[in-house]
């Protein structure tokens, strides 16, 4: 078991990165898609990452990754929207203050 939990966790945490590329991009095509983020259905790829984690559960050693793996997953998804917010709203402010400047012309 010493052998093979190395490569379990290596797998779970492949799995985890896998599933927040995948969040990044559907968040990005929304941004791209209206302008901007809303409500990207991050229970679609929380829910993913959980049944990949029941597939990949080691049963005979009791190795389930769940609770820590979803934190894990759930505040990197949190920190993503935020960055995205944040970006929307410098990039609604540098719009608004460039109108500004042209209608003062």
Same mark, same amino acid.
């Given at each position: 078991?010493?052998?093979?939990?190395?490569? !379990?966790?290596?797998?779970?945490?492949?799995?985890?990165?896998?599933? &927040?590329?995948?969040?990044?991009?559907?968040?990005?095509?929304? &941004?791209?898609?209206?302008?901007?983020?809303?409500?990207?259905?991050?229970?679609? !790829?929380?829910?993913?990452?959980?049944?990949?984690?029941?597939?990949?559960?080691?049963?005979?050693?009791?190795?389930?990754?769940?609770?820590?793996?979803?934190?894990?997953?759930?505040?990197?998804?949190?920190?993503?929207?935020?960055?995205?917010?944040?970006?929307?709203?410098?990039?609604?402010?540098?719009?608004?203050?460039?109108?500004?400047?042209?209608?003062?012309?």
């Amino acid at each position: 078991m010493k052998v093979v939990k190395p490569t !379990y966790l290596s797998v779970v945490e492949h799995m985890r990165h896998q599933i &927040l590329e995948k969040f990044k991009e559907a968040a990005m095509d929304e &941004l791209k898609e209206n302008g901007v983020l809303g409500a990207t259905n991050t229970d679609k !790829y929380i829910n993913r990452f959980k049944n990949q984690l029941k597939d990949a559960a080691v049963k005979q050693a009791n190795w389930n990754q769940d609770a820590g793996q979803l934190i894990q997953l759930e505040s990197e998804i949190g920190h993503i929207i935020k960055l995205i917010r944040d970006m929307n709203e410098h990039l609604e402010q540098k719009m608004v203050r460039k109108l500004q400047i042209n209608v003062s012309i």
